[in-house]
């Protein structure tokens, strides 16, 4: 299958009034310091994510789902990252999303998707990560401005979408996460408080195998 290219436009100051009129800018160049794109509502999303991590685990606990969390050991451990490579080398990678913890009645507390194919590229002074299987697919850029933590920011596409939202333009498809390094190679992105279905979601990212 053919990777989707890459469409998502971060919102400055510069560019506030494309990202208004819904403008995508094919493989635009992001602004090397998150800091400077990320809206207020996901300040507050990445402000309280220990919170969020810590409750969403319990809460997957509590309804019987402990053996399926501590399957996923070091994944779903908040302390557990190596300090150093946080951003995967460019290329293509397996990626899986694991749900915590349900935001209202119509999930359970414990949901593992499929395995779907990942593409990372480099983008300028950023990296770009977009998931390019299943029914929903986090599409963003990767600020490597910490060794020990990148920050992600990028909307969801889902179902049959074949373009990214704009950042920035509706909050219910915004996304907020980091990427750590848990394993020789082996990284989470971590999405704390996702607008739809769960309290955290955390994508488990493996190379994928040569010729994939």
């Not at 373009?163 to 020789?184: A, C, H, S, W």
Request: with cysteine; hydrophobic share 40%; aromatic share 6%.
């Amino acid at each position: 299958m053919k990777k989707p290219l890459l469409t998502l436009l971060l919102c400055t100051a510069v560019t506030l009034g494309a990202c208004q009129r819904g403008t995508h800018i094919a493989r635009a160049p992001a602004p090397a310091d998150w800091r400077q794109v990320i809206t207020g509502a996901d300040r507050d999303r990445l402000r309280n994510w220990r919170e969020t991590w810590v409750a969403a685990v319990a809460k997957a606990r509590a309804s019987g789902h402990a053996a399926q969390v501590d399957a996923l050991g070091a994944l779903l451990d908040p302390d557990h990252a190596l300090g150093d490579g946080a951003v995967p080398p460019p290329g293509h990678y397996l990626c899986r999303v694991h749900k915590i913890g349900a935001n209202g009645p119509a999930m359970q507390d414990f949901t593992s998707y499929p395995v779907g194919d990942c593409t990372i590229e480099i983008e300028g002074e950023v990296s770009s990560l977009a998931k390019s299987t299943g029914p929903q697919r986090p599409v963003g850029f990767l600020f490597n401005g910490n060794p020990a933590r990148a920050m992600f920011l990028g909307t969801l596409m889902l179902g049959d979408e074949t373009k990214p939202m704009t950042y920035g333009l509706d909050n219910q498809r915004d996304l907020v996460g980091f990427v750590e390094r848990i394993g020789p190679q082996r990284w989470r992105l971590a999405f704390p408080s996702p607008r739809f279905e769960s309290m955290l979601d955390v994508m488990d990212i493996v190379p994928a195998p040569t010729g994939k």
